[in-house]
């Protein structure tokens, strides 16, 4: 079995910064793509970043430039560092690890942005 475990959230001002994290332990043999997910209220859950074994980086639009996502492969950790925050990335944002097959889900971190 394998646990996520985040930290990082919070309530930060418009132009503020926050870094997340997602620690994975437990029964790890290698993790392929790591990717941050979110959901706003009443929104469906959205798709940000993902990271892939080799370090190509993929974003949704609305967060190139302002988002960095990478990871530590010896801590088993992604990170999603945020710049730049808009009221409109206020949202639970979620990490999705990918390893042997299967999907692993986080807890769920809240980042709220105030205008």
């Known amino acids: 079995q394998v646990q996520l475990v985040e930290s990082g959230g919070g309530l930060v001002q418009a132009g503020g910064s926050l870094r997340l994290s997602c620690a994975a332990s437990?029964?790890?043999?290698?993790?392929?793509?790591m990717r941050w997910y979110r959901q706003a209220p009443g929104k469906q859950r959205e798709w940000v970043a993902v990271i892939t074994e080799a370090g190509t980086t993929v974003y949704v639009e609305s967060v190139k430039g302002r988002f960095t996502i990478f990871r530590d492969n010896a801590k088993n950790t992604v990170y999603l560092q945020m710049n730049s925050l808009k009221p409109e990335d206020t949202a639970v944002y979620y990490c999705?690890?990918?390893?042997?097959?299967?999907?692993?889900w986080g807890q769920g971190t809240q980042v709220t942005v105030s205008s």
């Open positions: 999705n690890i990918h390893t042997l097959g299967t999907n692993y």
């Open positions: 437990g029964s790890i043999f290698r993790i392929d793509t």
